[in-house]
């Protein structure tokens, strides 16, 4: 299997504990109530319509549902990026055409009515965030408009459901505590310098023992053990493909340190030239390496490239030949 095909198959696997959790409409209709402060009942008001086969603009959610007159689209992740209000917009796009396949005419003197789009983000990664946080479209924009001078905009929210955050709402929906439960036990016994699959196993043994997500890792311990080192694996990858880069900036740094460095030396004494112009060099070498990926970024995302973008993370190739495409 290659590179791009390994790649592809990990990103299937990406955060899908989260969905297997709430594949029940019971469990997702308490999820929601809990969210909303509503008590629905019924969990066959529920009309679930995630995108399952398609990976939309390199994208997969979690779980998209219809309840009454909202169109719910719920994420699990496990790093927290800017870029998630664009990622639902492009979601929420995909899911309206959808449901307006059949519909009438859009040029038509009658209003259509939509549902209202609610994009709710839990994150339960390591890197420490608030409680809650609102993320929006426009902070994307030129920095000289206002928000209100944008003619579109989405909002994304995002709460924490690491142990000690947001317990009121964890008491409200067990089924989400005993989530953010497992996963803290898995990384308590990372902590201890266990594998990743030794930490796996004893968390799942110490849970269904004290009845934490009992029927789900009883009855699926291994496809539950899969999903979770398939994302940590693939998280381990982007980690160590950022320190190439960084690796990559501080040698360019030397080298332009080096070249500023033999200049000044001309000028100003050897020793003296070399040292401050390596100091120098290497600054901006850094700086220059993280500023030419974060605008390959915004170029990326303005083009709604996501694909690319994600492929760019993995692959040093292909982040060079988009380089030389957008001449950065």
Do not use: W
């Not at 629905?40 to 390199?58: A, K, Q, R, S």
């Not at 579109?152 to 989530?179: F, M, P, S, V």
């Not at 496809?223 to 994302?231: F, I, K, N, P, Q």
């Amino acid at each position: 299997m290659n590179q791009s095909t390994q790649s592809n198959t990990n990103r299937e696997y990406k955060d899908r504990l989260f969905k297997f959790i709430f594949r029940e409409k019971r469990d997702l209709l308490e999820l929601y109530n809990a969210l909303n402060d509503t008590a629905y009942d019924n969990p066959e008001d529920i009309v679930v319509n995630t995108l399952e086969d398609v990976v939309y603009m390199g994208m997969r959610n979690d779980i998209s549902f219809l309840l009454q007159e909202m169109l719910n689209l719920y994420e699990h992740q496990s790093t927290m990026s800017p870029n998630l209000p664009l990622r639902g917009l492009l979601y929420f796009a995909a899911l309206y055409r959808k449901l307006l396949v059949n519909h009438e005419d859009l040029y038509s003197s009658r209003r259509i009515a939509l549902p209202l789009p609610r994009f709710v983000i839990f994150y339960n990664g390591t890197k420490e965030e608030p409680e809650r946080m609102t993320l929006y479209l426009h902070d994307s924009f030129p920095e000289k408009y206002r928000a209100d001078d944008a003619d579109l905009d989405c909002r994304a929210t995002l709460i924490n459901i690491n142990a000690g955050h947001n317990q009121e709402l964890l008491k409200k929906c067990r089924r989400l505590e005993e989530y953010s439960i497992f996963v803290e036990k898995v990384r308590e016994y990372q902590r201890k310098d266990y594998s990743m699959e030794q930490a796996i196993d004893l968390a799942v043994e110490e849970c269904v023992q004290n009845g934490i997500l009992e029927n789900v890792l009883r009855e699926n311990r291994e496809e539950v053990r899969s999903m979770l080192l398939t994302e940590y694996n693939e998280q381990a990858h982007i980690e160590n493909e950022r320190k190439i880069a960084a690796d990559e900036a501080f040698e360019q740094g030397m080298e332009i340190g080096m070249e500023q460095g033999l200049e000044r030396g001309m000028e100003q004494g050897l020793e003296k030239g070399m040292e401050q112009g390596l100091e120098r060099g290497m600054e901006q070498g850094i700086k220059t390496g993280t500023e030419r990926f974060a605008l390959l970024t915004k170029r990326l995302m303005q083009e709604a490239r996501t694909d690319a973008l994600l492929r760019a993370t993995e692959e040093k190739e292909f982040r060079e030949k988009l380089y030389e495409e957008y001449g950065i």
